[in-house]
């Protein structure tokens, strides 16, 4: 799952990315069997794996409505807060379709373009972020 944050362009990728690391690493430390930040598929087994290697400008992450390739062609698709904390994930798939199609009218990013979110320069020097 990508959650994204959005934040007003202030600071350069470099500045955003030493927050961002800082950060998981604080969220794993606080509980390391919840949160992993090692890469390593056999360390995140049923941890949740903070990749904090996103924020970067050559980053990829996958788009709302892409397809993955995985065993039964799985779609990625933008959830509500009340889905991602119900007791049983939900999952799209392409030969489920019909079953979810009216979220394509849905623009899962209008909201953040209107977002006027800032990180100060001070939370940003506090965890460890540098400046050119």
């Known amino acids: 799952m990508h959650v994204v944050v959005p934040i007003e362009p202030e600071f350069d990728w470099g500045a955003i ?3 961002s690391h800082r950060l998981v690493l604080d969220m794993e430390r606080a509980n ?3 949160y992993t930040t090692n890469m390593s598929k056999a360390v995140r087994k049923n941890r949740i794996y903070l990749d904090y290697l996103r924020n970067d400008r050559e980053a990829t992450a996958i788009a709302p409505f892409s397809t993955r390739a995985r065993p039964g062609v799985p779609v990625a698709v933008t959830l509500d807060w009340k889905e ?4 049983v994930r939900p999952a799209f798939h392409v030969s489920d ?7 394509l009218r849905r623009d ?6 209107a977002s006027r979110q800032r990180l100060t320069r001070e939370l940003l020097v506090s965890m460890g972020a540098k400046f050119r």
Do not use: H, N
């Open 17 to 19: 990315k030493q927050f």
């Open 32 to 34: 390391s069997k919840l």
């Open 84 to 87: 991602v904390e119900a007791a």
């Open 97 to 103: 379709l019909d079953g979810w199609r009216q979220r």
């Open 108 to 113: 899962p990013w209008r909201g953040m373009l």
